[in-house]
């Protein structure tokens, strides 16, 4: 079973930046893809950003490109999401997620962490 936990998350303010980090424990799959979604109070969970086991490819939701980074280590069992210039409707849970090959739905994911606030001010 794979465990993930993600860490980083926090209030600033717009215009800000913060850098969210997911690791994976257990029985892991350094050859899955990861990804990071989100999901603000009272709306669904949406697809931020992804990158395949190798990261060779990366993917982004429009309303994030060119602001977000997501990235891996070296390892491969841990994957990162730099966040630039926030703006107050990035406000969410941010979850981090395995799947066999890297999508944009959550319904591809086989496992998720449990999630952790970001908060930006306006």
């Known amino acids: 079973q794979v465990q993930l936990v993600e860490s980083g998350g926090g209030l600033v303010q717009a215009g800000g930046s913060l850098r969210l980090s997911c690791a994976a424990s257990?029985?892991?799959?350094?050859?899955?893809?990861m990804g990071w979604f989100r999901q603000a109070p009272g709306k669904d969970r949406e697809f931020v950003a992804a990158?395949?086991?190798?990261?060779?490819?990366?993917y982004y939701a429009d309303s994030v490109k060119g602001r977000f980074t997501i990235s891996r280590g070296t390892a491969k069992n841990t994957v990162s999401l730099q966040m630039n210039s926030l703006k107050p409707e990035d406000t969410a849970v941010y979850y981090c997620?395995?799947?066999?090959?890297?999508?944009?739905?959550?319904?591809?994911?086989?496992?998720w962490g449990q999630g952790t606030q970001v908060t930006v001010s306006s």
């Open positions: 997620a395995g799947a066999p090959r890297a999508g944009i739905y959550s319904g591809e994911y086989a496992y």
């Open positions: 257990g029985r892991t799959f350094s050859t899955d893809a």
């Open positions: 990158i395949n086991w190798s990261g060779s490819s990366t």
